[in-house]
């Protein structure tokens, strides 16, 4: 029988069909994922700043109608700017964006005359310039327009985040810095103050997260900071914070002035000439503003308690010269160089300086400092770390300020304040503790999980956040919450604007209760995978290390909810990333093993792996120990499979003499960034734009998402299968 042209068409477009459907079956579910939009890094969001004079750690402040100068890195050719802020209508609930043009005058090369908008409601913003190629060039977090008849402001300080470090681990820092900056958000103030050591080190790295998280979790308050050592030579740090100094009035009623302290290279000091020259112009010019304020990282006092004198008493006022001299008010630092310190200390008797901040030491220390020279009384204010290694705790202060009588106190105190009484130990209780807020975010490429939980009966327990979470403007968000008994937690509303999530929730937490909320792009319907590796046989009386790569795509993996277990005992081990300024959808946990025995030994390593979704899974592995020079007759690490029938090793063995103990991690670091970071400035999307993505919503959900991953792959083989069996009777009816 001969072909007809018919039938070879179809034998042909089956072949097609048969092919592409092939394609189509995803082999793996992280190759399904991988197709899917993803949340790019934290380190992605941020952008440097083409600004010396402002920025995300030093806004302008401005009052409707008042105008400033802007000093530029580089001579842009800026022809406008705007103005914009996401904000919460309580009418309509729902997220708005807001914006103003901005009059911006290019007075000279590198300078600009910018003005606030007459019209232009009080709040902190981002600022956008426009070149004259219709670029846009964004400097987040810089624009803040004060309300007109300021008298009262809430007033919150933080010094010595150490963003790359942690008093144990880098996670622990991360969760003190977290915990702090969303207890910023319960106590609500009109300001925050950074003292400095921002960074563990000048790292770009670490000043990327620092812009990104600030941008998320403190949207709302104006940030002024100052550099600290640390930080020192502050290059990354201006690029992605701010000046390490200025002078910022605010309202016409408050003055305050940042000053760079760090120990400057071959001299030992902690403050320059040129810098106490700039703190001297700066209370001149403003000396007709009596409620003033200066932040400097390094404090002049190592001292708890009152002190009455002058800045010329050589009796009181001695340096600290250890063993000669030890019984002084006046700290180490500042001790170098005390001509620096009378002078200082005169300039702030002179100009009747209210408050000065300062951090460094890790503790709290508050002296109420009364010149006999003057008659004036300054309030020296030294915190501890808000995230690194203490004494104490780290902790957080608010206060405040009534502008008008210049007064101040203190809406929260822990049950261990003492204010400025004296303590011959040096040393107070006056911060408000991070751990009492204890929270964390953990981002992934397809979520955010959020983790708040309330141990302090005296701290605000009903409050509004508005969160900018860094996003893929294609996932499409869906929430999952969970609250003990007596909290709860409402969106009230969300949006996508361009890469951000905006967030604006309402919470109820009291005391001892805990809230979370899991932001997904993706549903997440599978538990976390465990993978086991390691480069060496296990030999008795030898360490051996076992690597646990554990993966969880979606929610991400919750490090509290790891637990090891070697032979019945519980273990301690290290993380690769130990950080929540990484993606922790992936993480490797290194075990040190070691058996002490005569006689090749059988040992079992349980592992229980916990997802930010809810999801636990357990693993068990055989370890077999042999002896020095022994060839192992098969594999020595292998999985326990709990449903065989066959009794597995008999695993009662001796009990290991050596629990494994933290190590380095796999990797020497433990931030996880990009290769390369675009070294230009970010051109951000035009509002029109910004508008129209997030009034487009999905009117389907991909076939791709993880829930049906399944449904796809059964039903692409059931196709291929009915196309196969067709062809092949198309083929036997070819043959006749």
């Known amino acids: 029988m001969k072909t007809t042209p018919n039938l070879d068409l179809v034998l042909t477009g089956l072949i097609i069909v048969t092919l592409v459907l092939a394609t189509l079956i995803p082999t793996t579910t992280s190759q399904v994922q991988s197709q899917q939009p993803k949340i790019p890094a934290y380190g992605n969001f941020a952008t440097p700043i083409p600004t010396k004079n402002i920025g995300p750690g030093a806004p302008l402040t401005l009052q409707p109608g008042d105008c400033q100068f802007v000093e530029l890195v580089e001579d842009l050719d800026v022809k406008g700017g705007y103005i914009s802020r996401v904000v919460y209508d309580d009418l309509r609930q729902e997220i708005n964006l807001v914006s103003y043009n901005v009059s911006i005058e290019k007075t000279s090369s590198g300078l600009l005359k910018t003005c606030a908008p007459r019209d232009a409601e009080s709040g902190l913003y981002d600022f956008t310039l426009i070149t004259s190629d219709g670029k846009e060039v964004t400097i987040p977090r810089s624009f803040w327009v004060i309300p007109n008849n300021l008298s009262k402001l809430r007033l919150l300080f933080m010094t010595d985040l150490h963003f790359g470090a942690g008093p144990g681990t880098v996670y622990d820092g991360d969760v003190n810095r977290i915990s702090a900056f969303i207890l910023a958000n319960a106590l609500n103030p009109d300001l925050i103050i950074w003292g400095g050591d921002i960074e563990e080190v000048d790292s770009e790295v670490d000043m990327r997260n620092t812009q990104v998280f600030r941008y998320m979790l403190l949207y709302n308050y104006p940030v002024l900071s100052v550099g600290g ?15 390490t100094r200025w002078v910022r009035l605010i309202g016409g009623k408050l003055l305050i002035i940042g000053v760079y302290t760090v120990p400057y290279e071959n001299t030992g000091n902690v403050i320059t000439w040129d810098e106490i020259k700039f703190l001297e112009e700066a209370l001149s010019n403003y000396s007709y503003i009596t409620f003033k304020i200066i932040v400097t990282h390094y404090p002049m006092f190592y001292y708890q308690g009152e002190l009455t004198t002058r800045y010329d008493d050589e009796e009181v006022l001695k340096p600290y010269q250890p063993p000669i001299i030890t019984d002084t008010p006046v700290s180490s630092y500042w001790s170098v160089n005390m001509t620096a310190f009378r002078y200082v200390l005169k300039l702030i008797e002179d100009y009747n300086v209210t ?33 690194h290694s203490t004494s104490m705790y780290q902790g957080v202060l608010v206060l405040d300020l009534n502008l008008d009588k210049c007064e101040f106190d203190f809406p929260f105190k822990p049950p261990t304040f003492i204010g400025f009484n004296n303590n011959t130990g040096k040393i107070a209780y006056n911060s408000i503790p991070v751990y009492l807020y204890k929270s964390k975010v953990v981002k992934t490429p397809y979520s955010f999980y959020i983790e708040v939980s309330n141990s302090g009966d005296w701290l605000p327990s009903n409050y509004t956040a508005l969160l900018a979470l860094p996003w893929s403007g294609d996932l499409k968000p869906t929430f999952v919450v969970n609250t003990t008994s007596g909290a709860s937690i409402t969106i009230k509303s969300h949006r996508v604007l361009g890469d951000k999530l905006y967030l604006y929730i309402d919470m109820s937490l009291p005391a001892v209760n805990k809230i979370s909320l899991l932001i997904q792009g993706l549903i997440d319907e599978k538990p976390p995978i465990l993978k086991i590796t390691y480069t060496t046989t296990p030999i008795l009386n030898r360490t051996f290390t076992l690597y646990i790569d554990i993966s969880d795509d979606v929610s991400g993996l919750d490090i509290s909810g790891i637990n090891i277990g070697f032979n019945g005992t519980q273990l301690s081990y290290s993380l690769t990333p130990n950080s929540l300024t990484a993606d922790l959808d992936k993480i490797t946990v290194s075990l040190k093993l070691t058996m002490k025995a005569p006689v090749q030994a059988v040992t079992l390593v349980t592992a229980t792996v916990r997802d930010n979704s809810g999801k636990v899974i357990t693993k068990k592995y055989v370890v077999v ?30 009990t290991p003499t050596t629990q494994a103990t933290s190590t380095t991690p796999i990797t020497p670091t433990t931030q996880t960034s990009p290769t390369t970071y675009p070294s230009t400035y970010t051109t951000s999307t035009p509002i029109s734009t910004l508008e129209s993505r997030t009034t487009t919503t999905p009117t389907t959900t991909p076939t791709t998402q993880i829930g049906g991953v399944n449904t796809l792959i059964i039903t692409s083989v059931i196709v291929i299968a009915i196309v196969i069996i067709t062809a092949v009777v198309l083929l036997k009816m070819r043959k006749r």
């Open 625 to 654: 120990f042999y002896p020095p020079g022994a060839t192992p007759a098969e594999k020595p690490v292998y999985e326990v499979v709990e449903e065989t029938t066959t009794p597995p090793t008999t695993l009662t063995t001796t």
């Open 229 to 243: 050592n640390h930080d020192y030579p502050g290059n990354n740090y201006r690029r992605f914070i701010g000046p």
């Open 355 to 387: 408050i000065v901040f300062s951090g460094h030491i890790h503790r709290d220390q508050f002296v109420k400092y009364t010149s006999t020279r003057t008659n004036t009384t300054t309030y020296f204010i030294t915190m501890t770390t808000t995230a």
